[in-house]
T-cell receptor, first 115, second 112 residues
Framework: GAVVSQHPSRVICKSGTSVKIECRSL??????MFWYRQFPKQSLMLMAT?????????EQGVEKDKFLINHASLTLSTLTVTSAHPEDSSFYIC???????????FGQGTRLTVV | ELKVEQNPLFLSMQEGKNYTIYCNYS?????LYWYRQDPGKSLESLFV?????AVKQEGRLMASLDTKARLSTLHITAAVHDLSATYFC????????????FGPGTSLSVIP
């Protein structure tokens, strides 16, 4: 299957700082990328959907000013957690697909810890 | 709004036994996925089911899809300890962005 690389795999940051997570499709062009958040022992919750060159669509309850998503190219999407707080600590996972009726492929995930 | 349910949420079974995990979803969908997640890891794709009556098998796992009943099953045959993990079904909703909605997951523990 296609490869999606997420970086970093783990990050610890201080409360109030911002953290950027990258999601890259390595061997295909991803027209759509998805960002999920997963709390311990819970399912994946979709945060937002981004299409290359357009604004991301955020799910209800997700603060767009806090979780900035940029999908500047067909191989890269970034999620920036701004002014992070301890409650933002979670496992963030991206996935990417190259179009409708195609499977989305998942990155390795990023474990964010805000101290 | 698309909702996805799984049953059971927790499953403890002995090695060698068979069991089925059920996945129900609330609206029509193009595709259904099954994933495996090990602790601290991301998702591993197991099956992609694209049509009514689809059945796929890989090793001790077999998945099926009934789009009329909006039901998918993941059947485990002669379980082994290595199958211990959390299993998620996910459904592709009929939206312009094809967002994938996940079920709550089934935590499977296979006991020797």
């Amino acid at each position: 299957g296609a490869v999606v690389s997420q970086h970093p795999s783990r990050v610890i940051c201080k409360s109030g700082t911002s953290v950027k997570i990258e999601c890259r499709s390595l061997d295909f062009q991803a027209t759509t990328m998805f960002w999920y958040r997963q709390f311990p022992k819970q399912s994946l919750m979709l945060m937002a959907t981004s299409n290359e060159g357009s604004k991301a669509t955020y799910e209800q309850g997700v603060e767009k000013d806090k979780f900035l998503i940029n999908h500047a190219s067909l191989t890269l999407s970034t999620l920036t957690v701004t002014s992070a707080h301890p409650e933002d600590s979670s496992f963030y996972i991206c996935s990417a697909s190259f179009g409708r009726y195609t499977e989305a492929f998942f990155g390795q995930g990023t474990r964010l810890t805000v101290v | 709004e698309l909702k996805v349910e799984q049953n059971p949420l927790f499953l403890s079974m002995q090695e060698g036994k068979n069991y089925t995990i059920y996945c129900n979803y609330s609206t029509t969908s193009d595709r259904l996925y099954w994933y495996r997640q090990d602790p601290g890891k991301s998702l591993e794709s197991l099956f992609v089911l694209l049509s009514n009556g689809a059945v796929k098998q890989e090793g001790r796992l077999m998945a099926s899809l009934d789009t009329k009943a909006r039901l998918s099953t993941l059947h485990i045959t002669a379980a082994v300890h290595d199958l211990s993990a959390t299993y998620f079904c996910a459904v592709d909703g009929e939206t312009s962005y094809d967002k994938v909605i996940f079920g709550p997951g089934t935590s499977l523990s296979v006991i020797p």
